[in-house]
């Protein structure tokens, strides 16, 4: 079956841009995961979605960065007036159940560049 | 502040021979602990939990709360174990999820 896809794998933005990163989560998967990964690092928290609900937007760097999920399924991570820290892998996941505690299935990540 | 650290970047070791990588974490309560693996242009999956306990690939992984630790195991390591490996913490009924920075397995011939 499918898995989790993400698009579009590669973005090159020039710094101040608005970027929209796409995931669409394994079909009746509840949760729903933004990571960011920087080079040489692991994948870190940004936020997460049970359905629609946002229940954990503690990662979001600053107020530039905004996620939706408005029905449940497919989400857009946003990213407002884009600097060059903003420059990494960003990962989406998705569990079958709720909260962090059940495997989640990764995308292939979507690489975003600012200059 | 739940924090998970693995001190070996890089780990080396000949075909054959056990294998060990170093997971520590930090956290007040009791968390749930996971491995997971990204073989070379793949995804990330996840290897392992410490509620199942189970034995993955040969890996397994024992949960030490005196230590704080979920070191990663494996007897007798295999050339396609060559991978980088995240030891990953997740706070029950909570969607966070903390990552370390990962360790990259070579298994030499």
């Known amino acids: 079956g499918a898995g989790v896809s993400q698009s579009p794998r590669y973005k090159v933005a020039k710094r101040g841009q608005d970027v929209a990163l796409r995931c669409d989560p394994i079909?009746?998967?509840?949760?729903l995961f933004w990571y960011q990964q920087a080079l040489g690092q692991g994948p870190e928290f940004l936020t997460y979605f049970q359905n629609e609900a946002q229940l954990d937007k503690s990662g979001l760097p600053s107020d530039r960065f905004f996620a939706e999920r408005p029905e449940g399924s497919v989400s857009t991570l946003k990213i407002q007036r884009t600097q060059q820290e903003d420059s990494a892998v960003y990962l989406c996941a998705s569990s079958l159940g709720t909260g962090g505690m059940g495997e989640q299935f990764f995308g292939p990540g979507t690489r975003l560049t600012v200059l | 502040a739940q924090r998970v650290t693995q001190p070996e970047k890089l780990l080396s070791v000949f075909k054959g021979a056990p294998v060990e990588l170093k997971c520590n974490y930090s956290y007040s309560g009791s968390p749930e602990l996971f491995w997971y693996v990204q073989y070379s242009r793949q995804r990330l999956q996840l290897l392992l939990r410490?509620?199942s306990r189970e034995s993955i690939k040969g890996f397994t992984a024992d949960l030490n709360k005196g230590e704080t630790s979920f070191h990663l195991k494996k007897p007798f390591a295999q050339e396609e174990d060559s991978a980088m490996y995240y030891c990953?913490?997740?706070?029950?009924?909570?969607?966070?999820?903390?990552f370390g920075d990962g360790t990259t397995l070579t298994v030499k011939p």
């Open positions: 410490h509620i």
């Open positions: 079909s009746g998967h509840v949760s």
């Open positions: 990953a913490l997740s706070s029950p009924n909570a969607g966070k999820s903390t």
